[in-house]
C-alpha cells in the first residue's frame, strides 16, 4: 500500500514528533510511505516553550524524509499537494493537536479529498485542545470534516468528537503506543538515584508544566507523604510553560523545598533514562487529558503510574495492577495512593506488571489499524469500535482491575 504522511520529526521536539516518526517506521515494515514534514513549525513568537527543535544527541529519527511545509507559507502548502498527487497514494495520514494547524491542514486535505482518490485518516492527539475555546472548536471542525477515517487515542477523545460532530462521526477508538524506543540507555534504580543525588522514595512528574496536567495538586499532596516517607522526594523535570511562579508559591507554603528537586528544562532522549530509572513512581495527576505519551514512556522503561480518571489514562493504567487510578483535583485521595504504592511488596508487584504492560501496546499494531488492515482483514472491527478501547487489559496472573 501506498501511504503519505504528514507530520512533524526530527529535528523537532516532542512527543507529536517522536510519535510521527514511530509510525512511520512501523508503517515502512509493510508499506510504501512519503513522509512529508515541515520546515517550519511555530512562529517563534507563538511557541511557549525556549525552541520547537531536539536538542538530543540521539534523536529518534528516520530516512527519507521530504521537508516541504512551512506554517506561514501557503506556497509551500500547494507543494505538498502536489507532492502528494505526484506519489498517488492510497492514504493519507495527518496527525492533528493544536488548532493552529487549521489553515494548512484544511487546504492541503481540501485538495486531496476534491481532486484525488485517496482515503484522509486523522490521528487524534487532541480531538479538543486542553486549552480550547469556540473558535479552536470551529478550526478543528473545519479540519476533521475532511477525514473519511479519524483514529484517536482515547475513549474521551471519541466522546469529544461525538460531541463536535454527533454520532454519525467514522472515528476508530485506539490507544497510545509505548515509547520504549527512549528507553535505550539502561540504569539501575540505585545508580541511578546515586547520580542524581537522591534518596529515599523518588516521584517523578515529567513533561512539560501546563495547568491542565495538574502538577500544583500533586505539590498539595506532597505534605502527607513526607510526613510518612520523610526521604520521600518529588523529582519534576520538564520545561514551565505556565506561570511557574504559583508553584513555587505552594512549595514555599507548605515547606517541602527539601523534598522537591525542579529540573525546568527541556530533556534531550538520552538524558531521560536516568530520571525514570531513579523514579519509583511516576505520577500523573492530570485535570484533564486525551492520550499519554508519558505514560508509555513510563512503562517503557518499567515504571508504575499513578494518574487521575481522564482521557485515555485509566485504559492504560489498570488500578492495582500497573498503578493507580485516582479522582482529578483529589490531593487527598493522590497522597493516600502514593503511600499504598510505595509499600514494598505493592511496589513490587507493581512494577512487574508496569514490564509486561509495554508489550500490548505496539507500533506494529497501532500501524495495521491507521492502514484499516485490523478493522478489515483481522475480523476485530468491534475491538476498534470507539468507546471499546482495550478496557480492562488483562494480565496473565493477576485479577481484574476496576476503577
Known amino acids: 500500500m501506498k501511504i503519505a504522511l504528514i507530520g512533524p520529526t526530527y529535528p523537532f521536539r516532542g512527543g507529536i514528533a517522536h ?41 529518534v529519527t528516520i530516512d527519507n524524509v521530504d521537508y516541504l511545509l512551512d506554517s506561514l507559507n501557503p ?68 479540519v476533521l470534516s475532511r477525514a473519511m477515517r479519524i483514529i484517536t487515542q482515547s475513549k474521551e477523545d471519541t466522546e469529544n468528537l461525538k460531541d463536535l460532530f454527533g454520532d454519525e462521526i467514522k472515528c476508530i477508538t485506539a490507544f497510545h503506543p509505548t515509547y ?86 527541556y530533556i534531550p532522549n538520552e538524558g531521560i533514562g536516568k530520571y525514570f530509572a531513579a523514579a519509583d513512581l511516576v505520577v500523573q495527576p492530570y485535570i484533564s487529558a486525551s492520550g499519554s505519551g508519558i505514560c508509555q514512556i513510563a512503562y517503557g522503561f518499567d515504571r508504575p503510574v499513578i494518574a487521575t480518571n481522564v482521557g485515555s489514562l485509566p485504559d492504560v493504567v489498570q488500578d492495582g495492577i500497573n498503578g493507580r487510578i485516582v479522582k482529578p483535583r483529589d490531593h487527598h485521595g493522590l497522597a493516600e495512593a502514593i503511600l499504598e504504592s510505595l509499600e514494598k511488596d505493592t511496589l513490587d508487584t507493581l512494577t512487574r506488571n508496569a514490564e509486561k504492560t509495554k508489550e500490548r501496546f505496539s507500533w506494529e499494531r497501532m500501524a495495521d489499524i491507521v492502514t484499516g488492515v485490523s ?16 478496557e480492562n487489559i488483562q494480565i496473565p496472573g493477576y485479577p481484574a482491575a476496576t476503577s
Request: charged share 30%; proline share 4%; glycine share 4%.
Open 19 to 59: 510519535h510521527t516518526t514511530l509510525l512511520c517506521r512501523a508503517l515502512r515494515k509493510k508499506h510504501e510511505v512519503k513522509f512529508i514534514s515541515f520546515k517550519r513549525q511555530y512562529p517563534k513568537i507563538l511557541f511557549p516553550g525556549k525552541s520547537d527543535r531536539d536538542p538530543s544527541k540521539k534523536p
Open 75 to 142: 506556497f509551500s502548502w500547494i507543494k505538498v499537494y502536489r507532492a502528494i498527487k505526484e506519489f498517488k497514494p492510497e492514504k493519507v495520514v495527518v496527525p492533528w493537536w493544536v488548532a493552529s494547524w487549521m489553515p494548512q491542514f484544511w487546504t492541503i486535505t481540501s485538495l486531496i479529498k476534491r481532486n484525488l482518490e485517496a482515503e484522509v485518516v486523522f490521528i487524534c492527539h487532541n480531538a479538543v485542545e486542553h486549552e480550547s475555546n469556540g473558535l479552536k472548536r470551529r478550526a478543528t471542525k473545519a
Open 180 to 265: 520504549s524506543e527512549l528507553a535505550n540507555t539502561k540504569y539501575s534504580k540505585d545508580y541511578a538515584k546515586k547520580i542524581l543525588g537522591l534518596r529515599g522514595d523518588v516521584l517523578l512528574f515529567f513533561g512539560f508544566i501546563r495547568d491542565y496536567k495538574g502538577l500544583d495538586v500533586l505539590l498539595k499532596a506532597m505534605p502527607m507523604v513526607i510526613k510518612e516517607k520523610r526521604e520521600a522526594t518529588l523529582l519534576v523535570v520538564g520545561e514551565f510553560w505556565n506561570d511557574k511562579k504559583k508553584y513555587m508559591n505552594i512549595i514555599n507554603d507548605n515547606r517541602t523545598a527539601g523534598n522537591i528537586t525542579i529540573i525546568d528544562e
Open 375 to 390: 478493522a478489515e482483514n483481522k475480523n476485530d472491527q468491534a475491538e476498534l469500535s470507539a468507546g471499546s478501547s482495550h
